[in-house]
């Protein structure tokens, strides 16, 4: 929630939080210490902030006190008076002024009238429009001169001439300085700081403030998201989080989630996706959470921050808070926006006359079906797609509340594709008892319902013959004859796929302060998913005929139930300026897993599709096909964290969970994941304290272990599951036998990682930022191991074994270029280093030095793309080194083993596809109600293969169609792997333009915001890779340009956010 709308409640409505703010009870024994120290004291024994300007408190003076049991406003009137100084509570923000200054919210200075030469009024909002009252208004020349602004933002101020200079200050808020320049009248705009005294961040289980974070913690609040289009919640932190990769690697398909990768890639067999929490409840499906109604993310990215999540913290965690209602007035919000695509990355292949003037010249047989088809533009179309979010919030003090409402209506720019959203989630909080009861009840409803496509449409579309018609000229759709070939149009229209996903999520948490400093807490809650996926292929598909049957429907239910409970003791305890606290607790996660699927073909009519299996007579036949199982699994860990403080100066953290898992072998069931970590606020030393450029300076050194999780329950222990049929006795009989073989020493990957790095903010944070600098070693790899039969049954067995390194760089910068009231000019940026390596794929039993995996599509028998090998990286290409060409055009490549002949002996390492470097930067103008911004994202030291110009750009794939370059090329070879189509990837992207303006209050009517944007998406990309797009899938398999796709698009959006 913005400062703002506490601010105001707390004037309107909030008296009874003034009186608790005031009769807190402190001790403080103090002799001869500076009122900075003594400030200090207070902070750390209250849940107050103090502002005031540093010259009155910096000065050589002492004060002196003894109070035992006291409340605040005792023990701040006694140090005040003693530096002539006055307070007053706005919200829990204390304001320091000298007693001279006006403390009457923006009435006249009357006693110093004579002696001032100009008054000056006015009004401060902040960025929104909103009025901030409690603002700090002084002169810079004259410090003891000031004002606090009132209830409606307004000030009133005597200055001593007309060159006088404003100082406007608030908690939370640039200061900034202001000529008045002979000007009676002066309103002006605060901005947020980027580094605030009031920001928190979520560590896992609880919150700390910013400042006393020790472990690697990026945030990112929803002021900061990316505006305008989004398939995926993900997608609005898209290059604001240093080291963390989100990558659209299926284009803008409505349907498809991104790829996420935080610090490269640490597993070559399990998940490398961060673990995702959506208040509170963990493996939050992301689709459950519109983007409008999430209030912050925050990501932890080492393991000191991770570790308290144990098993599933290797790949590091997303935090996901939603927004919460606030005490006040019913407040409505709505936003939305209007989008289309335009698509921007298709193959450049030959037209229909290009194809027949290439086959008259070089006089190859192809046939000329008389038309002129441009198949990708066939089944693309122009779409439009419309989101709407609405909420209502408001409260008292005992009950808060905010419910919304999100619908989306997303259009995929391929035919038949598309998905309609809805979403419901109501967020309550109530507090009782004195305030010391706080109750959380969060309810999520979604219904997704989706149309699916195939991706081999758009690879087809790149080699059918563009003079062949759609539909033949008795309406019936016109089919190629070559293997494996298809009309991509008659197959998105005529094999249809998609299906209705059904989410379900509901928590409660009750937090009860039991005594001062001393709170139990627990929290529950159920998530649920059902989804009912369909397809069919009509009688006269395509499928249909080459599989033999007449049409084929199938049908399938998954249910997803998840319950948790995790239970937590906090406690706090502050001895003078040492502050210790304390957190043990104990989590349980149950869940289940259930599948159902059947299937029938040969239909008499298309007319019930897939909601009548039974019509289908493979009943009879023996070709309809069914299964089901059902999974379970459970969790349960003890962990706890410790955090000491002193003075907000000298921080330090630890953590531990020990947990256990039923997926694991009878051995390995638990384990134990201990974190350390400390800080340095260098900023607070006192031979910094005269250095007023410098606003923070921390020293971080993190350790922690953390785990991965195998995704099936059962790996450990045999299983029996239904074969095939067998003949006995004349009659068919279903066998049943193992499926697997067990592993009882199976357990899961271990991560040991260290993180060292700086938080800086200089010149009143107008430069602010973090570097980090990290290693991690991910070891007990799983992998599957190839099995000695006999004794096992099966040819793998998943085993533990093996190493990866990564190690890196991450900077992040937030600049304030211009901020003066009127302009509000800046930059951010993120940079991220990764190298990784596989260390081992051995252990004392089984060797293996190299595996190569992944084949390369048919047709032909290409051989494998990757290479496992000890002391090379994951995701490395190998093949042939390409040599050159003979006369002929035939291949020529480097014999590296001396035999006669290109062998298996002869390949090497190519390159690899996962990006050494990633950055991105935010250039922002705001002045007047107009803000424009610019997101760039960029991908550098790395390589793709083009599988495109593999295939296609070879002219013998003539008669089929080719791409453009084909027809020049010099191969007159059939396709060989080789990195002769292995090229630099590097790229940077224009990601994001958006242009928006705030109306003027004073034009709304009765609204209290109304501001209306234009965004544009994937702007453009500045490559030499000469495929569709250069930003492919990360990890293992990264940097292949495969055939089949979903097209790329620019997405152009006009969006409305109104107030009221």
């Given at each position: 929630?913005?400062?703002?709308?506490?601010?105001?409640?707390?004037?309107?409505?909030?008296?009874?939080?003034?009186?608790?703010?005031?009769?807190?009870?402190?001790?403080?024994?103090?002799?001869?210490?500076?009122?900075?120290?003594?400030?200090?004291?207070?902070?750390?024994?209250?849940?107050?902030?103090?502002?005031?300007?540093?010259?009155?408190?910096?000065?050589?003076?002492?004060?002196?006190?003894?109070?035992?049991?006291?409340?605040?406003?005792?023990?701040?009137?006694?140090?005040?008076?003693?530096?002539?100084?006055?307070?007053?509570?706005?919200?829990?923000?204390?304001?320091?002024?000298?007693?001279?200054?006006?403390?009457?919210?923006?009435?006249?200075?009357?006693?110093?009238?004579?002696?001032?030469?100009?008054?000056?009024?006015?009004?401060?909002?902040?960025?929104?429009?909103?009025?901030?009252?409690?603002?700090?208004?002084?002169?810079?020349?004259?410090?003891?001169?000031?004002?606090?602004?009132?209830?409606?933002?307004?000030?009133?101020?005597?200055?001593?001439?007309?060159?006088?200079?404003?100082?406007?200050?608030?908690?939370?808020?640039?200061?900034?300085?202001?000529?008045?320049?002979?000007?009676?009248?002066?309103?002006?705009?605060?901005?947020?700081?980027?580094?605030?005294?009031?920001?928190?961040?979520?560590?896992?289980?609880?919150?700390?403030?910013?400042?006393?974070?020790?472990?690697?913690?990026?945030?990112?609040?929803?002021?900061?998201?990316?505006?305008?289009?989004?398939?995926?919640?993900?997608?609005?932190?898209?290059?604001?989080?240093?080291?963390?990769?989100?990558?659209?690697?299926?284009?803008?398909?409505?349907?498809?989630?991104?790829?996420?990768?935080?610090?490269?890639?640490?597993?070559?067999?399990?998940?490398?996706?961060?673990?995702?929490?959506?208040?509170?409840?963990?493996?939050?499906?992301?689709?459950?959470?519109?983007?409008?109604?999430?209030?912050?993310?925050?990501?932890?990215?080492?393991?000191?921050?991770?570790?308290?999540?144990?098993?599933?913290?290797?790949?590091?965690?997303?935090?996901?808070?939603?927004?919460?209602?606030?005490?006040?007035?019913?407040?409505?919000?709505?936003?939305?926006?209007?989008?289309?695509?335009?698509?921007?990355?298709?193959?450049?292949?030959?037209?229909?006359?290009?194809?027949?003037?290439?086959?008259?010249?070089?006089?190859?047989?192809?046939?000329?079906?008389?038309?002129?088809?441009?198949?990708?533009e066939e089944i693309i179309r122009k779409n439009v797609s419309h989101v709407h979010n609405v909420s209502f919030s408001g409260g008292n003090q005992k009950l808060s509340y905010r419910a919304s409402v999100n619908y989306r209506n997303l259009e995929g720019i391929v035919i038949n594709t598309g998905q309609e959203y809805l979403n419901g989630r109501i967020n309550l909080t109530h507090k009782g008892y004195d305030d010391r009861l706080k109750v959380q009840l969060n309810m999520s409803s979604t219904i997704i319902d989706k149309d699916y496509t195939s991706y081999s449409a758009f690879d087809m579309a790149a080699i059918l013959n563009p003079t062949q018609p759609v539909k033949n000229s008795d309406g019936t759709y016109w089919q190629p004859s070559g293997y494996g070939e298809f009309n991509p149009v008659a197959s998105l229209e005529q094999e249809r796929r998609g299906g209705k996903e059904k989410n379900s999520q509901m928590s409660l948490r009750a937090d009860f302060e039991v005594f001062d400093n001393f709170t139990l807490s627990g929290f529950g809650a159920i998530d649920v998913r059902d989804?009912?996926?369909?397809?069919?292929?009509?009688?006269?598909?395509?499928?249909?005929?080459?599989?033999?049957?007449?049409?084929?429907?199938?049908?399938?239910?998954?249910?997803?139930?998840?319950?948790?409970?995790?239970?937590?003791?906090?406690?706090?305890?502050?001895?003078?300026?040492?502050?210790?606290?304390?957190?043990?607790?104990?989590?349980?996660?149950?869940?289940?897993?259930?599948?159902?699927?059947?299937?029938?073909?040969?239909?008499?009519?298309?007319?019930?599709?897939?909601?009548?299996?039974?019509?289908?007579?493979?009943?009879?036949?023996?070709?309809?096909?069914?299964?089901?199982?059902?999974?379970?699994?459970?969790?349960?860990?003890?962990?706890?964290?410790?955090?000491?403080?002193?003075?907000?100066?000298?921080?330090?953290?630890?953590?531990?969970?020990?947990?256990?898992?039923?997926?694991?072998?009878?051995?390995?069931?638990?384990?134990?994941?201990?974190?350390?970590?400390?800080?340095?606020?260098?900023?607070?030393?006192?031979?910094?304290?005269?250095?007023?450029?410098?606003?923070?300076?921390?020293?971080?050194?993190?350790?922690?272990?953390?785990?991965?999780?195998?995704?099936?329950?059962?790996?450990?222990?045999?299983?029996?599951?239904?074969?095939?049929?067998?003949?006995?006795?004349?009659?068919?009989?279903?066998?049943?036998?193992?499926?697997?073989?067990?592993?009882?020493?199976?357990?899961?990957?271990?991560?040991?990682?260290?993180?060292?790095?700086?938080?800086?903010?200089?010149?009143?944070?107008?430069?602010?930022?973090?570097?980090?600098?990290?290693?991690?070693?991910?070891?007990?790899?799983?992998?599957?191991?190839?099995?000695?039969?006999?004794?096992?049954?099966?040819?793998?067995?998943?085993?533990?074994?093996?190493?990866?390194?990564?190690?890196?760089?991450?900077?992040?910068?937030?600049?304030?270029?211009?901020?003066?009231?009127?302009?509000?000019?800046?930059?951010?940026?993120?940079?991220?280093?990764?190298?990784?390596?596989?260390?081992?794929?051995?252990?004392?039993?089984?060797?293996?030095?190299?595996?190569?995996?992944?084949?390369?599509?048919?047709?032909?028998?290409?051989?494998?793309?990757?290479?496992?090998?000890?002391?090379?990286?994951?995701?490395?290409?190998?093949?042939?080194?390409?040599?050159?060409?003979?006369?002929?055009?035939?291949?020529?490549?480097?014999?590296?083993?001396?035999?006669?002949?290109?062998?298996?002996?002869?390949?090497?390492?190519?390159?690899?596809?996962?990006?050494?470097?990633?950055?991105?930067?935010?250039?922002?103008?705001?002045?007047?109600?107009?803000?424009?911004?610019?997101?760039?994202?960029?991908?550098?030291?790395?390589?793709?293969?083009?599988?495109?110009?593999?295939?296609?750009?070879?002219?013998?794939?003539?008669?089929?169609?080719?791409?453009?370059?084909?027809?020049?090329?010099?191969?007159?070879?059939?396709?060989?792997?080789?990195?002769?189509?292995?090229?630099?990837?590097?790229?940077?992207?224009?990601?994001?333009?958006?242009?928006?303006?705030?109306?003027?209050?004073?034009?709304?009517?009765?609204?209290?915001?109304?501001?209306?944007?234009?965004?544009?998406?994937?702007?453009?990309?500045?490559?030499?890779?000469?495929?569709?797009?250069?930003?492919?899938?990360?990890?293992?398999?990264?940097?292949?340009?495969?055939?089949?796709?979903?097209?790329?698009?620019?997405?152009?959006?006009?969006?409305?956010?109104?107030?009221?």
């Amino acid at each position: 929630m913005r400062l703002t709308l506490g601010l105001i409640i707390f004037f309107s409505l909030q008296v009874s939080a003034l009186t608790e703010a005031q009769s807190q009870k402190v001790n403080v024994k103090l002799n001869n210490a500076s009122l900075k120290e003594a400030l200090e004291v207070l902070k750390t024994q209250s849940d107050l902030n103090f502002i005031y300007n540093n010259d009155l408190v910096n000065d050589n003076s002492q004060v002196t006190i003894n109070a035992t049991n006291k409340e605040i406003s005792e023990v701040l009137q006694i140090l005040l008076n003693q530096k002539g100084l006055d307070y007053r509570i706005v919200d829990n923000n204390v304001i320091i002024y000298p007693v001279s200054a006006s403390a009457n919210q923006g009435q006249d200075n009357t006693g110093q009238m004579a002696q001032q030469q100009l008054v000056v009024s006015g009004l401060v909002t902040d960025d929104t429009g909103e009025p901030l009252p409690g603002v700090n208004v002084f002169e810079k020349a004259n410090s003891a001169n000031g004002v606090i602004t009132g209830v409606d933002g307004t000030y009133k101020i005597e200055v001593g001439s007309e060159d006088a200079v404003l100082t406007f200050s608030f908690i939370g808020f640039q200061a900034q300085d202001v000529n008045v320049a002979g000007r009676p009248s002066i309103d002006i705009t605060l901005v947020e700081e980027s580094i605030g005294l009031q920001e928190v961040v979520a560590v896992g289980y609880g919150i700390q403030k910013k400042t006393e974070v020790t472990s690697s913690i990026a945030k990112v609040t929803a002021d900061n998201f990316n505006k305008g289009f989004a398939t995926n919640a993900l997608q609005s932190i898209e290059g604001k989080v240093a080291g963390l990769q989100i990558v659209r690697t299926a284009g803008t398909d409505p349907n498809a989630s991104p790829r996420v990768r935080l610090r490269g890639t640490s597993s070559l067999n399990a998940t490398s996706d961060p673990l995702i929490i959506i208040d509170g409840i963990t493996g939050g499906d992301i689709s459950s959470v519109a983007p409008e109604d999430i209030e912050s993310m925050d990501v932890l990215r080492d393991g000191s921050a991770a570790a308290i999540y144990g098993t599933r913290g290797t790949n590091g965690v997303i935090i996901i808070t939603t927004k919460k209602g606030a005490t006040g007035d019913l407040k409505v919000e709505y936003s939305g926006y209007v989008s289309t695509e335009d698509a921007v990355a298709l193959p450049n292949v030959l037209s229909a006359d290009e194809y027949r003037a290439y086959g008259d010249a070089t006089g190859i047989n192809y046939v000329d079906g008389g038309a002129n088809t441009n198949w990708s533009e066939e089944i693309i179309r122009k779409n439009v797609s419309h989101v709407h979010n609405v909420s209502f919030s408001g409260g008292n003090q005992k009950l808060s509340y905010r419910a919304s409402v999100n619908y989306r209506n997303l259009e995929g720019i391929v035919i038949n594709t598309g998905q309609e959203y809805l979403n419901g989630r109501i967020n309550l909080t109530h507090k009782g008892y004195d305030d010391r009861l706080k109750v959380q009840l969060n309810m999520s409803s979604t219904i997704i319902d989706k149309d699916y496509t195939s991706y081999s449409a758009f690879d087809m579309a790149a080699i059918l013959n563009p003079t062949q018609p759609v539909k033949n000229s008795d309406g019936t759709y016109w089919q190629p004859s070559g293997y494996g070939e298809f009309n991509p149009v008659a197959s998105l229209e005529q094999e249809r796929r998609g299906g209705k996903e059904k989410n379900s999520q509901m928590s409660l948490r009750a937090d009860f302060e039991v005594f001062d400093n001393f709170t139990l807490s627990g929290f529950g809650a159920i998530d649920v998913r059902d989804l009912l996926e369909h397809e069919y292929d009509e009688i006269g598909s395509r499928s249909s005929e080459t599989g033999g049957y007449l049409g084929r429907a199938k049908q399938k239910t998954w249910h997803n139930y998840k319950k948790m409970f995790e239970g937590t003791a906090n406690y706090k305890k502050v001895i003078n300026s040492h502050v210790l606290t304390l957190l043990g607790g104990y989590s349980y996660e149950g869940r289940s897993y259930e599948e159902f699927w059947a299937e029938n073909k040969d239909f008499i009519s298309d007319a019930q599709k897939y909601h009548d299996l039974s019509a289908g007579s493979g009943l009879a036949d023996g070709r309809a096909a069914m299964d089901s199982y059902k999974q379970t699994e459970k969790l349960i860990a003890f962990f706890g964290r410790f955090t000491y403080s002193y003075e907000s100066k000298y921080l330090f953290s630890a953590t531990v969970r020990r947990e256990g898992s039923s997926k694991f072998g009878e051995n390995n069931k638990w384990a134990t994941f201990p974190a350390v970590s400390a800080g340095w606020r260098i900023v607070e030393e006192d031979f910094l304290s005269d250095t007023d450029w410098l606003n923070e300076l921390k020293l971080r050194v993190g350790y922690g272990v953390t785990g991965n999780i195998v995704g099936s329950p059962y790996l450990s222990i045999p299983r029996m599951g239904a074969g095939g049929l067998y003949v006995l006795n004349g009659q068919y009989i279903k066998s049943y036998g193992s499926t697997t073989n067990p592993n009882p020493y199976l357990k899961w990957e271990t991560k040991k990682e260290t993180n060292i790095g700086v938080d800086y903010g200089f010149f009143n944070n107008r430069l602010s930022g973090s570097v980090d600098v990290y290693q991690r070693k991910t070891s007990d790899l799983l992998w599957n191991l190839v099995a000695q039969v006999p004794p096992m049954i099966h040819n793998e067995v998943l085993s533990n074994i093996g190493e990866i390194n990564n190690q890196g760089v991450e900077l992040a910068l937030n600049t304030k270029i211009l901020n003066n009231g009127v302009w509000n000019v800046g930059l951010d940026a993120t940079f991220s280093y990764n190298k990784n390596k596989l260390v081992s794929l051995s252990d004392d039993t089984f060797q293996f030095q190299a595996v190569n995996y992944e084949d390369l599509p048919a047709p032909g028998q290409l051989g494998t793309i990757f290479r496992y090998e000890e002391g090379h990286p994951i995701g490395s290409f190998y093949g042939y080194k390409y040599k050159g060409l003979t006369e002929n055009g035939e291949w020529i490549f480097e014999d590296f083993d001396g035999e006669e002949g290109i062998t298996d002996a002869d390949r090497t390492f190519l390159g690899n596809g996962n990006p050494k470097i990633n950055l991105s930067f935010s250039p922002y103008v705001n002045v007047k109600g107009v803000d424009f911004s610019m997101n760039f994202r960029g991908a550098f030291g790395f390589d793709i293969l083009n599988v495109n110009k593999m295939y296609y750009g070879n002219p013998l794939w003539y008669p089929g169609n080719m791409l453009r370059s084909a027809s020049s090329s010099p191969v007159n070879a059939d396709p060989q792997y080789s990195d002769y189509y292995l090229e630099k990837g590097d790229f940077l992207k224009l990601d994001n333009i958006t242009l928006g303006y705030t109306l003027p209050k004073k034009w709304l009517f009765g609204l209290d915001y109304t501001r209306v944007y234009f965004s544009a998406l994937n702007v453009a990309t500045f490559t030499n890779y000469s495929g569709l797009d250069p930003e492919l899938e990360l990890g293992a398999r990264a940097g292949v340009d495969q055939r089949g796709f979903y097209p790329r698009t620019t997405t152009y959006t006009l969006g409305l956010n109104v107030k009221f």
